[in-house]
C-alpha cells in the first residue's frame, strides 16, 4: 500500500518498510511504536483502491517504529553588513526523528 501522510507541516509519499526523517516528534520514545492518523491518501501500488480524504482519510492509520531521536548536521549562518563592520556568524542544528512504516492500515 500507498499512503500520503501530514506531520511537522510536510507531507510525506510512503510505503511499507520506508525509512523517513521528519520533524521531531516529541511523545515518542526510541524503539516504540506511533500511530500516524493525518492520512491524507490511500491506495494500492497499482493505483486501485484509491481514497482521498477530506482532508483526512476517516479510518486510515500507519503504524510506525522511531528508530532514533537525534539532530541533523550544523549549518553554518553568516551575516554580513558592507562598510558598516557588521558580520555575525552562528550554527543550528535541526531536530529530527527517523521512522520506520510498519503497517498502513485502512
Known sequence: MIAVIKTGGKQYKIKEGDLLKVEK???AGVGKNIILKE???VSEEDG???KVGTPYVASAKVEAKVLKQDRAR???VKKFKAKV???R???HRQPFTQLEVVKISV
Request: aromatic share 12%.
Open 39 to 41: 492520512v491524507l491518501l
Open 85 to 87: 563592520r557588521y558580520s
Open 74 to 76: 550544523k549549518i553554518v
Open 89 to 91: 556568524t552562528y550554527g
Open 48 to 50: 486501485k483502491n484509491l
Open 25 to 27: 516528534i516529541d511523545s
